[in-house]
């Protein structure tokens, strides 16, 4: 975005040129929206500094006196709002509450950017940043994207450009190290399990030296199986992260009516001239914004539409794979229906949605690669608990809307409660769900231990095993599915501990996962479960209704 273009822009608005304020508001409100949306990661006050920013912006524009050096003007004065923020924080702590409910930045980067695989990567590991490595990250981003120059940063910062490549210098190392909890906390590794089993999931600075140590002297967790690429070639080119449509800018100073306001500035020319046209009781429309009377711009831009390849949140999927050669399940334990029938059986013009249901079957072995995985359409999954969510208690649950593919990462702990596993329910189902794929690297029931042959996944000899329902199909580590409509998952924890991580995921993601064989340092291949059709399995325990207890939903599936 460069200043010059904008300069007649500029100085118009400044002269009181309502329409003129209305384009410079609108076109420069993204960047203000990316630095402090990134800095505090979606935290509740990101709104609130943002309309601060652009409120003083907007007061102060008849100071400029070089229309070139508004971009650096404006950044600094972000900045300076993030920082008073951070101070107004440390001396009364806000409502974390709030801060949760907040929409994650990260999320909604790798959502409407539509990144994937190291760029999502990158996006995710800014949440393990502490605040002030986040203020600079806001700035160092833009600038390797072309928004902004080290000039710029330098100065937003306050610093001399010396001093900004050593700050930037030890961020991006730090960067790098997030960078590696994201990728570890997305594979496999036993161990790193077992650390995370009382993790809540928010990240933090004790959690980030608790992973980093673990990755350290790990070598599953350190073996990146991959070329990783240096952030800064990640990020050159990418897009501003969109404003929400409907975000609300209110110029009205103070808070003060729209006749105040005017009032308030009325010694200042350009002031009284720009508040005075907004307060005229119409509205201008522009192509990304709307100036209602009293001065409030409310973004109504239409999201762009994605390519037709891309998928949305948080990896994206690029290449098609044909129809897989369906599994056979085996005889023993005594087999529920195929999930994969015969077309004699079930002739393909009459098959109908949610008639298979999953089977039980053994394990395929170690050293067969799984069937190709067929690639259904993406449009992005919405999950209430964001990119990451941790559900460990009875009763947790997340609800998964949209179009596209679900992680949902299996944690047991019989050392802390075996027994028997109430399995979690899959309730309130609009539209349709299968199970499309199990990777992960290994069963729940595959040996996890060099050292004691009677350990699994399920627990060991010594502290007991947790044991599935009769006739439950054994899950793997890494269980995948396909939502297309609305569904929400509820742990059902009563005889043994367990939780589950559930991760809004993409095609490319199931992929990779079930092909990492085990020449890769993992137990086995993954197993592909869709045949591309409507009769593709679909998850035991899932219902369209919803049930007071979701509990009592029954094994079989009634979709």
């Known amino acids: 975005m460069d200043t010059r273009q904008w300069r007649d822009t500029i100085a118009a608005a400044q002269d009181g040129d309502r329409r003129a304020l209305d384009e410079l508001v609108e076109g420069w409100l993204p960047l203000v929206y990316n630095i402090v949306g990134r800095a505090l990661n979606g935290h509740a006050d990101v709104d609130d500094v943002v309309q601060e920013t652009m409120l003083r912006a907007v007061g102060n524009l008849g100071s400029l006196r070089d229309p070139d050096s508004f971009r650096s003007w404006l950044v600094a004065?972000?900045?300076?709002?993030?920082?008073?923020?951070?101070?107004?924080?440390t001396s009364a702590p806000l409502d974390e509450s709030a801060a949760r409910e907040a929409a994650d930045f990260a999320e909604l980067t790798v959502l409407r950017l539509q990144l994937e695989g190291q760029r999502r990567e990158v996006a995710e590991a800014v949440r393990w940043l502490d605040d002030e490595d986040r203020q600079l990250l806001s700035l160092w981003w833009l600038e390797v994207a072309g928004e902004l120059t080290r000039r710029?940063?330098?100065?937003?910062?306050?610093?001399?450009?010396?001093?900004?490549?050593?700050?930037?210098?030890?961020?991006?190392?730090?960067?790098?190290?997030?960078?590696?909890?994201?990728?570890?906390?997305?594979?496999?590794?036993?161990?790193?399990?077992?650390?995370?089993?009382?993790?809540?999931?928010?990240?933090?600075?004790?959690?980030?030296?608790?992973?980093?140590?673990?990755?350290?002297?790990?070598?599953?967790?350190?073996?990146?199986?991959?070329?990783?690429?240096?952030?800064?070639?990640?990020?050159?080119?990418?897009a501003l992260v969109p404003v929400p449509v409907g975000f609300a800018l209110s110029l009205a100073l103070g808070g003060k009516t729209a006749a105040a306001a005017t009032a308030t500035v009325a010694s200042v020319?350009?002031?009284?001239?720009?508040?005075?046209?907004?307060?005229?009781?119409?509205?201008?429309?522009?192509?990304?914004?709307?100036?209602?009377?009293?001065?409030?711009y409310v973004v109504t831009r239409t999201p762009d539409?994605?390519?037709?390849?891309?998928?949305?949140?948080?990896?994206a999927a690029s290449t098609y794979r044909p129809p897989p050669v369906p599994d056979t399940p085996s005889a023993s334990p005594p087999p529920s229906p195929s999930p994969s029938p015969s077309p004699s059986a079930t002739p393909a013009k009459t098959v109908r949605y949610g008639s298979v249901v999953d089977a039980v079957d053994r394990a395929p072995d170690p050293d067969t690669p799984p069937a190709a995985l067929p690639h259904r359409p993406e449009t992005g999954i919405t999950s209430t608990g964001g990119a990451h969510a941790v559900m460990n208690h009875r009763g947790d649950s997340v609800t998964l809307t949209g179009r596209g593919?679900?992680?949902?990462?299996?944690?047991?702990?019989?050392?802390?409660?075996?027994?028997?596993?109430?399995?979690?329910?899959?309730?309130?189902?609009?539209?349709?769900?299968?199970?499309?794929?199990?990777?992960?690297g290994r069963r729940m029931d595959d040996p996890v231990s060099a050292t004691d042959a009677s350990a699994t996944g399920m627990g060991n000899s010594t502290v007991g095993y947790a044991v599935p329902p009769a006739g439950?199909?054994?899950?793997?580590?890494?269980?995948?599915?396909?939502?297309?409509?609305?569904?929400?998952?509820?742990?059902?924890?009563?005889?043994?501990?367990?939780?589950?991580?559930?991760?809004?995921?993409?095609?490319?993601?199931?992929?990779?996962?079930?092909?990492?064989?085990?020449?890769?340092?993992?137990?086995?291949?993954?197993?592909?479960?869709?045949?591309?059709?409507?009769?593709?399995?679909?998850?035991?325990?899932?219902t369209r209704s919803t049930p007071a207890d979701p509990a009592t939903v029954p094994q079989r599936s009634r979709v």
Not at 77 to 89: E, F, L, S
Not at 527 to 537: H, K, M, S
């Open 77 to 89: 004065i972000a900045m300076r709002q993030i920082r008073d923020r951070a101070r107004r924080r």
């Open 269 to 296: 020319s350009w002031s009284a001239k720009v508040l005075g046209a907004l307060t005229q009781p119409l509205v201008a429309v522009t192509a990304g914004a709307t100036i209602v009377a009293g001065g409030t």
């Open 305 to 315: 539409v994605p390519a037709p390849r891309v998928a949305v949140s948080p990896t």
């Open 405 to 440: 593919y679900v992680l949902v990462r299996w944690q047991i702990s019989p050392q802390y409660r075996a027994g028997g596993l109430v399995m979690p329910s899959w309730t309130g189902l609009k539209g349709e769900l299968f199970h499309v794929a199990s990777g992960g």
């Open 472 to 542: 439950t199909q054994q899950m793997w580590q890494n269980e995948y599915f396909y939502v297309d409509g609305s569904v929400t998952l509820t742990v059902n924890e009563r005889g043994a501990d367990y939780g589950l991580s559930v991760f809004p995921s993409s095609w490319d993601a199931v992929d990779k996962d079930i092909t990492t064989g085990p020449d890769q340092g993992v137990k086995r291949y993954g197993l592909v479960r869709d045949t591309g059709r409507d009769d593709t399995p679909v998850p035991q325990y899932v």
């Open 152 to 238: 710029e940063l330098a100065a937003a910062v306050g610093i001399s450009r010396q001093h900004a490549a050593v700050r930037v210098q030890r961020m991006k190392e730090r960067l790098e190290t997030s960078r590696g909890i994201v990728r570890a906390l997305d594979g496999a590794c036993p161990d790193l399990r077992e650390l995370t089993a009382r993790w809540n999931g928010r990240p933090d600075s004790v959690w980030r030296k608790r992973l980093a140590r673990h990755i350290r002297g790990c070598g599953y967790c350190g073996d990146t199986h991959e070329a990783v690429v240096p952030a800064e070639r990640l990020l050159v080119g990418i």
